[in-house]
């Protein structure tokens, strides 16, 4: 898989079958391992932009693989006056369970297979659920069975079963070579782990009695820290990175990992933090991507979206010069305004002793309160952000999200004017069911009178939206282009025969 890529470097991660030298363009790393299986994510410099790659094991050319008809991988120019991205979230791994419709992400692989490589996109964006550990596919499910019978848990249990997950989801010819020859960036969400994880302190307890629980959680940042954290850093940070170090130290790095994911795991409860967030710059193009999941806090009667120090980081990281501004985040900032007000005044009841906050407590967790309005200080803190970054020298300010099965386009304003225009832009799922009963709740949702039947004059939020296109349910993909200082961003939806335009919405 291409993970991060600028002027002048780019880091490329493998999994290979045992251990050994990783060659890639005269560029080498020796593997690591990790209960038995073996990677090496190799630093490439002195690179031809636009060059197709090879790589070699022990010497050995093993990709591209002999008889593939797909295109040379490359490693692609960076350029934000003509920069595409394209982006989505939830993507269950190609199957033939007709409920789940095309895969968007395959869909584009093999399109993009037909076309010239200057048309081919210089980022793609996975904004969660890569994986579902807590609903697997019938061939998975088939596998965990004769692993270890139906013992509990539902779905995946420790770090084999999530080998077995990614392999799944990304080892398919056509989505292979497209993680091959598209730098990504990606970040969590809470299907890697289970529906509604770190939803609040109650949630935490509760599962905290399930003797797989403490397991499955250790095993999921684990798996996480080796699949998709470790592409998301600069070779610079890689070099500085104590548990990258002593990974590549160890003879079998499953301890080290075990170890920092425990302690990862715990930030809910007030331990060291651990930042997933991290920022990627395409020349005038900034991606600051925020973890909204992992790095909650929980504890002491605090609830924040992420740690104060990890939001200075976050704050600090979105200052400077730059175009445009794309905040990745896999829950939506801007939700349908009947639905946020209904999380922000679930927030508030929840807080409550008695009777009526156990009441608020369970409606949360039945109906998925758990977004950015469901933490109003860290959603007011992030509306701030964008605000100060929307009144620098920035053409546009998106947040790109995912996670609600649904698509649709908001603009932000607020009570003083800014220089840029704000954006929260949706897309998801690539390839997951959407089902039909929630199609006109997505739709009544952005009631605004039912918006403030539900809410509270008190609680509402220091910025106004209107929907500006949505919301589509279905499989889909979003592409933003990128020229200069303008933007568009085109929405295409997947069916039997690929992909077909639904709207393209211009940005700025």
């Keep these: 898989m291409l993970r991060h890529v600028d002027e002048s470097s780019a880091t490329i991660w493998v999994e290979t079958g045992g251990p050994c030298t990783v060659t890639i363009a005269g560029c080498s790393a020796e593997t690591f391992q990790v209960s038995g299986h073996h990677y090496a994510l190799v630093v490439v410099t002195g690179f031809s932009p636009g060059a197709p790659y090879e790589v070699h094991l022990d010497g050995a050319q093993v990709w591209p693989q002999a008889g593939s008809t797909l295109p040379p991988s490359r490693i692609p120019v960076i350029s934000s006056d003509d920069f595409t991205m394209v982006f989505g979230s939830c993507r269950m791994p190609e199957s033939d369970d007709p409920e789940l419709g095309t895969d968007a992400l395959a869909a584009y692989a093999r399109r993009m297979a037909g076309q010239d490589p200057a048309d081919w996109p210089a980022s793609l964006v996975l904004l969660g659920d890569q994986i579902y550990a807590d609903e697997t596919s019938k061939a998975t499910t088939q596998w965990i069975t004769e692993r270890r019978g139906t013992s509990e848990p539902v779905g995946v249990a420790d770090f084999e079963e999530y080998v077995y997950l990614y392999r799944e989801a990304w080892s398919t010819p056509e989505v292979r070579w497209l993680l091959s020859t598209v730098p990504t960036s990606m970040i969590l969400d809470d299907h890697e782990v289970i529906d509604d994880w770190n939803t609040s302190p109650a949630w935490r307890a509760h599962m905290a009695e399930k003797p797989w629980w403490a397991e499955r959680e250790t095993s999921a940042l684990m798996s996480y820290w080796v699949y998709q954290h470790l592409g998301n850093l600069h070779p610079d940070e890689l070099a500085t ?257 690929g992909l077909s335009p639904i709207t393209a919405i211009p940005l700025g």
Aim: charged content about 25%; some cysteine.
């Design 241 to 497: 990175d104590p548990t990258y170090g002593k990974v590549r130290a160890a003879e079998d790095a499953a301890e080290v990992l075990r170890e920092f994911a425990q302690s990862a795991a715990g930030e809910s409860d007030g331990r060291r933090a651990t930042r997933w967030s991290y920022r990627r710059d395409f020349g005038r193009v900034r991606l600051l991507m925020i973890d909204t999941r992992a790095g909650r806090i929980l504890s002491s009667g605090k609830r924040s979206i992420v740690s104060d120090d990890e939001f200075e980081w976050i704050e600090a990281n979105a200052e400077g010069s730059y175009d445009h501004l794309l905040i990745g985040s896999s829950l939506p900032w801007l939700m349908p305004h009947a639905i946020s007000a209904m999380q922000t005044a679930n927030e508030a009841e929840s807080a409550r002793p008695g009777l009526r906050g156990r009441i608020a407590e369970k409606i949360r967790r039945a109906v998925d309160q758990e977004h950015w309005p469901a933490f109003k200080a860290s959603f007011d803190r992030l509306t701030r952000l964008i605000q100060r970054s929307a009144s620098g020298s920035a053409a546009t300010v998106c947040v790109l999200s995912g996670d609600v099965h649904h698509l649709y386009a908001a603009e932000a304003s607020f009570g003083t004017p800014v220089n840029a225009k704000v954006y929260q832009l949706v897309c998801s799922p690539m390839h997951n069911r959407i089902p039909r009963i929630f199609h006109p709740l997505f739709r009544i949702g952005w009631s605004r009178a039912l918006a403030v039947v539900l809410g509270k004059r008190s609680l509402r939020p220091p910025v106004k939206w209107r929907k500006i296109a949505g919301p589509y349910m279905t499989n889909a993909l979003a592409t933003l282009r990128i020229s200069g200082r303008k933007a568009v961003v085109e929405l295409e939806k997947a069916d039997a025969n």
